[in-house]
């Protein structure tokens, strides 16, 4: 049986993403996964993870070796659309708004800055909620051109994040 670290990093066999250790209660493990939410899970589920340090990258069509560039290794860019954190960037709620009008509204600029960045996918953190914010921004990005939305990470059989991405060619400013 494996031994498993306080905060070592861990994948759930079945599942997506990564979580970490929290508690070791024996039979079971308290995991978070990247969103901050925790769960029991049974020590059989959880696998370990090595990371691989790739530093050179072969073309297949070329056959040639090149060595990996820092754009390449970054991360997507996401926005979350959670309340807290659109507050802690700054935005302001005012009494009367209601909450998914602000985030819809955030959704788009991010949107639209990304076009302006020339990214051709991002990811949006929207949580598992109720599901009606990811059916609005399905809703929203299935009537405009240039733009695909996929199911990005699941948690508890449940999406929580959404991955966007842009056809520069045909996509159309919000």
Not at 148 to 155: A, F, K, R
Request: some cysteine; glycine content about 6%; charged content about 30%.
């Amino acid at each position: 049986m494996y031994s498993f670290a306080v905060s070592e990093r861990v994948t759930l066999l079945n599942e997506t993403g990564y979580f970490w250790v929290v508690s070791d209660f024996g039979v079971q493990l308290l995991l978070k996964d990247e969103h901050g939410f925790e769960r029991k899970v049974m020590r059989q589920l959880v696998c370990k993870t090595t990371p691989i340090e790739v530093n050179e990258i072969t073309d297949k069509e070329k056959g040639k070796v090149k060595e990996r560039t820092e754009a390449s290794s970054q991360e997507l860019p996401q926005v979350d659309l959670h309340r807290e954190a659109l507050e802690e960037r700054g935005v302001v709620f005012r009494h009367d708004d209601v909450i998914l009008q602000v985030q819809l509204k955030e959704f788009k600029r991010f949107c639209n800055q990304m076009i302006a960045q020339r990214q051709t996918r991002f990811r949006v953190v929207h949580g598992i909620g109720n599901g009606i914010l990811r059916q609005e921004l399905r809703a929203i990005i299935s009537g405009r051109k240039g733009f695909q939305l996929h199911d990005d990470q699941v948690s508890f059989g449940r999406v929580g994040a959404s991955l966007v991405e842009i056809r520069l060619n045909e996509v159309e400013k919000f």
